[in-house]
């Protein structure tokens, strides 16, 4: 059964730094592309950012780029989001996803298989 498992989110202040993962069981992630999500309340869920098969590309959302960083360690088949620099309007559940795609996107359609979320608060 294939499954994603978001941990890492919490409540942090502006500023301040955390660090998402998404663990895979029964299926190996360097042969997906993998994106994370985001959804705030009483908004719609946006592509935060995403890697492709075998690292060949990643992208970031104009809101994210330059603070966030996403990567992964294949030992352990987990893809982190490194997010720095934190503000209150990054304030959301967080979500991982993986498809059989070459190639990754912002887009939550091209995605098969997702994770259930982790909520990230940032406030003083």
């Known amino acids: 059964q294939l499954q994603l498992v978001e941990s890492g989110g919490g409540l942090v202040q502006p500023g301040g730094s955390l660090r998402l993962s998404c663990a895979a069981s029964?299926?190996?992630?360097?042969?997906?592309?993998i994106g994370w999500f985001r959804q705030a309340p009483g908004k719609e869920r946006e592509g935060v950012s995403c890697?492709?098969?075998?690292?060949?590309?990643?992208y970031y959302s104009d809101s994210v780029k330059g603070r966030f960083t996403i990567s992964r360690d294949n030992a352990k088949n987990t893809v982190y989001l490194q997010m720095n620099s934190l503000k209150p309007e990054d304030t959301a559940v967080y979500y991982c996803?993986?498809?059989?795609?070459?190639?990754?996107?912002?887009?939550?359609?091209?995605?098969?298989?997702w994770g259930q979320g982790t909520q990230v608060t940032v406030s003083s």
């Open positions: 996803a993986a498809d059989r795609r070459r190639f990754c996107s912002l887009r939550e359609d091209t995605y098969d298989y």
């Open positions: 029964g299926f190996t992630l360097d042969y997906y592309a």
């Open positions: 890697i492709s098969r075998s690292d060949i590309r990643s």
